[in-house]
């Protein structure tokens, strides 16, 4: 069955990086899109990026660039997200999900990581 | 930007019909999808396309829209349907949009 499988929660001081992995099984990797959503304590759901593994091109939401890369690494099925200069609000629990590639329903979701920001 | 707004809330008795609003400028021209997102779970798609199921999704639940507005509708609503439930569409400068949310509360 289709799995996505996340990295443990990570507690980080601001100005730090992050860098978070989401493992793929179950599908063949390269034919599907995986997403990262950001969502934070008590609020709603906010997508932050795309890859396709199939090239490895990547797609950010403008309040994202330049802080967020998103990479993968297809001999093991894992894509990577890392994002930079983290600040206290993003505190949250970033999920990777998958999709196809025609309208980009998020059909299969990771666990979820939580990533603490606090000094 | 694009936003799609959704009531906070929708409340519901077991065994009525909830129906959750989805508004957003010329919604009923792009795709939408609907999740499910329990307590401290991860969100579960119930929808997509508009109206097309997943596996294992009943057909108590069903979508539509046009105009500016979608609508997941859930019939005989059970006690496991209380959730939030948010909606989604692709837009071509940015990227997976979500709506706002709505908690569904069942009395």
């Known amino acids: 069955q289709v799995q996505l499988v996340q990295s443990g929660a990570e507690v980080k001081k601001p100005g730090a990086s992050v860098r978070l992995s989401c493992k793929a099984s179950?599908?063949?990797?390269?034919?599907?899109?995986i997403h990262w959503v950001r969502q934070a304590p008590g609020l709603g759901l906010e997508w932050m990026a795309l890859i396709n593994p199939n090239g490895g091109g990547t797609s950010y939401v403008q309040s994202f660039q330049g802080r967020v890369t998103v990479t993968r690494d297809t001999s093991t099925g894992t894509v990577y997200m890392e994002l930079s200069s983290l600040r206290s609000e993003d505190t949250a629990i970033f999920y990777c999900?998958?999709?196809?590639?025609?309208?980009?329903?998020?059909?299969?979701w990771g666990q979820g990581t939580l990533v603490t920001v606090s000094s | 930007s694009y936003v799609l707004t959704q009531p906070p809330s929708v409340s519901v008795a077991p065994g009525q019909t909830a129906n959750i609003t989805c508004g957003g400028n010329?919604?009923?021209?792009?795709?939408v999808h609907w999740y499910q997102q329990k307590a401290g779970r991860a969100p579960v798609l119930v929808l997509f396309d508009d109206a097309d199921r997943p596996s294992g999704i009943p057909e108590r639940l069903s979508g539509s829209h046009s105009g500016n507005t979608a609508t997941l509708t859930i019939s005989r609503v059970e006690a496991g349907d209380e959730a939030d439930y948010y909606c989604?569409?692709?837009?071509?400068?940015?990227?997976?949009?979500f709506g706002t949310g709505t908690r569904v509360t069942v009395l």
């Open positions: 179950g599908y063949t990797f390269i034919n599907y899109y």
């Open positions: 010329n919604i009923g021209s792009k795709s």
């Open positions: 989604q569409v692709w837009d071509r400068s940015r990227g997976g949009v």
């Open positions: 999900a998958r999709s196809g590639s025609g309208t980009f329903s998020l059909d299969s």
